[in-house]
């Protein structure tokens, strides 16, 4: 497949050189024929390999998109008719309770996930400059092995200057494995930043760029009915990990607010274990590549020596919505107060318990973009805030983009590449890391949400919404 997206990139190349070489439109031209070509070949892996390469990977994950979307359908109707409706009344004014008790509610999660905590530290890396001034770093200081595991790897002129970055580093014999998913990064390299300067011309495949005179090895994800790995982690000498939201591209270097984690400790050990399994599952022995890397098993290290806490790994897996169920029993035991930074907002199931938990005198307060990036999701967040501010929950504009992945319930912070949609809570591969250490969830407190919320707008009365709105968001509950 590799040879066939040559030989069609390469046939873009051509036919732009043929047309009007160096202006726009040529440009256009290429990138359009590039991207049909990859486009061809996604669905011919998606469709015809996948199957036979990952038997038990495909099925699972047909199984579990038709189980979750008939499941998600009856739910979204019980709640627009029935259980919402009910809600009806006067809302109640705060309650000022206690917080939950957290040492009781992570033994809570342990059922509710069966997941188990593991210790690590994490620093935060609000926006651009400090993420990437700090990846860099490590890229230039790693001595053994770099993994990256994104859902867009753009080819945009700072995406191209981590990519040189990384194949350098790859030439000085350091191992470098990116693991991409394909149809994030194909609809991602069709359109361009405002900020991008005019005279760049990115590479028509950033695999194919990333590979070209380097010893980087690079896989794309295939996508199966449309699901896709939306994980962002880097792990560097499998010593330090940086885990969130950000994918790699100038937006979230220069023109969106965002947030990333430095990660360290033995949490680090799963986070390795997590993207050796997605490597060898992308490879050519799939499932077979894949149970190799689950017996193979992680690392274990003795962390006496550093300065950690308890962290919890949440993932979106099929037949395993750990972030949801998580977040969703989170709501339902908040007490005090819940935070929610995210530009994708269209659960249903989300918004009715966020609208029960301000009826029971919760404190509830969202942060939304001013500008998103998404048309569907937009109209879908403006008939969102309706329903919020119906049951008396706070919603906020914060000014531009915000691409923040973010929520604290009572203490208990939960950060990382999930939205609060139907792909991210349902389908697609998502990994958060949550905590309630206190020192860490201030810091986060501090840094991210009462900044933002000082620099926010506070929506007082009902936005307008057309037909079209409310035609689309229901399209976006079902699809998105």
Not at 197 to 220: A, F, Q
């Amino acid at each position: 497949m590799k040879t066939l997206l040559s030989v069609l990139v390469l046939s873009a190349s051509l036919a732009g050189c043929a047309g009007t070489s160096g202006t726009q439109d040529s440009d256009t031209l290429m990138r359009k024929i590039a991207g049909v070509s990859q486009a061809v070949v996604l669905y011919v892996r998606s469709s015809k390999i996948e199957p036979v390469l990952r038997p038990v990977s495909y099925i699972t994950t047909v199984a579990s998109l038709l189980t979750k979307s008939a499941g998600g359908a009856l739910g979204r109707v019980l709640i627009n008719t029935a259980l919402m409706p009910a809600l009806d009344g006067p809302i109640p004014p705060i309650a000022h309770a206690e917080p939950m008790d957290l040492a009781a509610w992570e033994t809570q999660l342990d059922k509710v996930t069966n997941t188990k905590q593991t210790l690590g530290s994490i620093e935060f890396l609000i926006d651009g400059e400090e993420y990437f001034s700090r990846l860099e770093s490590a890229i230039a200081s790693a001595n053994n092995t770099i993994d990256i595991r994104t859902y867009i790897f753009d080819n945009d002129d700072y995406a191209v200057t981590v990519a040189d970055k990384i194949k350098e580093r790859s030439n000085a014999d350091v191992r470098v494995r990116v693991l991409i998913d394909t149809l994030g990064n194909l609809k991602a390299m069709q359109s361009d930043p405002d900020s991008l300067p005019e005279s760049h011309r990115g590479p028509l495949s950033i695999s194919m760029y990333l590979e070209d005179r380097s010893k980087v090895k690079v896989r794309n994800i295939a996508n199966p009915w449309f699901t896709g790995d939306h994980t962002k982690t880097t792990i560097i000498d499998k010593e330090v990990a940086f885990v969130g939201g950000m994918n790699i591209g100038r937006e979230y270097r220069y023109d969106w607010h965002d947030l990333m984690m430095e990660v360290r400790g033995p949490v680090v050990d799963q986070l390795q274990y997590e993207s050796d399994k997605a490597w060898a599952r992308a490879g050519l022995l799939g499932d077979v590549g894949n149970f190799l890397a689950f017996i193979k098993g992680k690392r274990s290290r003795n962390s006496e020596n550093e300065s950690v806490y308890p962290l919890r790994i949440l993932q979106t897996r099929s037949f395993d919505s750990d972030i949801y169920k998580a977040q969703v029993a989170a709501i339902r035991n908040a007490r005090s107060y819940i935070l929610i930074q995210n530009a994708y907002f269209s659960d249903d199931r989300i918004l009715y318990e966020l609208a029960v938990a301000r009826r029971r005198g919760v404190d509830v307060r969202v942060i939304l973009p001013t500008r998103g990036n998404h048309g569907p999701m937009n109209s879908s967040n403006q008939v969102a805030i309706n329903q919020m501010l119906q049951h008396g929950i706070r919603v906020y504009r914060f000014p531009g983009m915000s691409h923040v992945k973010a929520a604290v319930f009572d203490g208990w912070a939960c950060v990382g590449s999930a939205n609060f949609d139907k792909l991210s809570l349902k389908v697609n591969k998502e990994l958060n890391l949550a905590t309630s250490d206190p020192e860490t969830v201030a810091e986060l407190m501090n840094r991210v949400f009462i900044p933002d919320l000082m620099a926010s707008t506070e929506i007082s009365q009902p936005v307008e919404t057309t037909m079209m709105a409310r035609v689309t968001e229901m399209l976006v509950d079902e699809l998105l």
